[in-house]
């Protein structure tokens, strides 16, 4: 398999995290967002999007991380990255797309340079607008880590999932964009759970082979 993907792509992230959890090795093809490569023929024939990450898998290749991850899930079950309950797996996804399908749109790349280039926003206005969607999407994630018997050393049990591999690359994002985190403890507290494991550690962008060349 090949992922293509960029270092501080989230959604890449996301799938660097699941393949890590799963053992599953996989060669890694840079898609350098800062350069365009994202619109190029060759990659547009790859995901005629143009976002990342996609993954080729024998004669196929798969988009989307959240649908990439629970591919993997279904074809390499163990360890499972959703609960076996119904109403479980329900509240597993909710806390994802919370973070996949609310925050992380409004403040991908694209936009962000959208709004520098076709709307002239400042980085100071940039900025706010990116602390302004984590804010509202962790002020509904927070209650609904803290609230809840079901939340164990991770988002879900004592066991890393779905929720928890869209949570650290948010928080990963939302710590560059000197977000202010002190309201939400029980995601700093999954955070820092997380990241002491290697499958977490090992995904993260600083430890890609572009890191250092790219910044």
């Known amino acids: 398999m090949k992922i293509h993907g960029y270092f501080r792509s989230s959604a890449a992230y996301r799938v660097r995290i699941a393949l890590n959890l799963k053992n599953i090795e996989c060669d890694t093809v840079l898609v350098n967002l800062q350069a365009g490569d994202q619109s190029s023929p060759a990659y547009r024939a790859i995901n005629p999007q143009g976002r990342v990450p996609a993954l080729e898998t024998d004669d196929h290749i798969l988009v989307q991380s959240l649908a990439i991850i629970e591919y993997l899930d279904e074809t390499s079950p163990s360890p499972p990255l959703l609960p076996s309950d119904p109403l479980a797996r329900a509240r597993v996804r909710g806390i994802a797309n919370i973070i996949a399908?609310?925050?992380?749109?409004?403040?991908?790349?694209?936009?962000?340079?959208?709004?520098?280039?076709?709307?002239?926003?400042?980085?100071?206005?940039?900025?706010?607008?990116?602390?302004?969607?984590?804010?509202?999407?962790?002020?509904?994630?927070?209650?609904?880590?803290?609230?809840?018997?079901?939340?164990?050393?991770?988002?879900?049990?004592?066991?890393?999932?779905?929720?928890?591999?869209?949570?650290?690359?948010?928080?990963?994002?939302?710590?560059?964009?000197?977000?202010?985190?002190?309201?939400?403890?029980?995601?700093?507290?999954?955070?820092?759970?997380?990241?002491s494991l290697d499958a977490f550690d090992k995904a993260q962008p600083s430890n890609q082979p572009e890191a250092a060349q790219l910044g």
């Open 101 to 195: 399908c609310d925050i992380h749109p409004l403040n991908n790349l694209a936009v962000l340079n959208y709004l520098r280039d076709d709307l002239s926003v400042d980085e100071e206005n940039r900025t706010r607008w990116y602390q302004q969607w984590v804010r509202q999407g962790f002020d509904g994630v927070e209650p609904l880590l803290a609230n809840s018997s079901d939340t164990g050393k991770f988002c879900h049990g004592d066991s890393p999932g779905l929720a928890d591999i869209c949570l650290v690359p948010q928080v990963f994002n939302a710590q560059r964009f000197n977000c202010d985190l002190s309201p939400y403890p029980t995601i700093a507290r999954i955070f820092d759970a997380c990241a």
